[in-house]
């Protein structure tokens, strides 16, 4: 059983950055692909970014590509994502998940989730 904890989520404005950070626990952390979701109010989760189990390969929606990175610390059981210049459209509760897979090019298949934490974009 592997337990996710959001944390990093705030209030910003636009063109802001923020860092999110998901510390996992109770698992092999690198044998799971990991992966953040998000949610925006009346809308359904939809997938942002994963990556692989050694980090060197990484998967992004369109929307965010090109201002948001993600890498994972292995040693630290941590998976971070860094999101520049943001929009009010990234206002969502962002969600980390994991999934005991190889298969990072899927967005499918994630079976543990974090409670996630609120981003906030003000116009």
């Known amino acids: 059983q592997v337990t996710l904890v959001e944390s990093g989520g705030g209030l910003v404005q636009t063109g802001d950055s923020l860092r999110l950070s998901c510390a996992a626990s109770?698992?092999?952390?690198?044998?799971?692909?990991m992966a953040w979701f998000r949610r925006a109010p009346g809308k359904e989760r939809e997938f942002v970014v994963a990556?692989?189990?050694?980090?060197?390969?990484?998967m992004y929606s369109d929307s965010v590509r090109g201002r948001f990175t993600i890498s994972r610390d292995n040693a630290e059981n941590t998976v971070y994502l860094q999101m520049n210049s943001l929009k009010p459209e990234d206002t969502a509760v962002y969600y980390c998940?994991?999934?005991?897979?190889?298969?990072?090019?899927?967005?499918?298949?994630?079976?543990?989730w974090g409670q996630g934490t609120q981003v906030t974009v003000s116009s």
């Open positions: 998940a994991a999934k005991y897979s190889s298969t990072w090019t899927s967005v499918t298949g994630y079976t543990y």
């Open positions: 990556v692989s189990r050694g980090g060197a390969n990484s």
């Open positions: 109770g698992g092999t952390f690198s044998t799971y692909v």
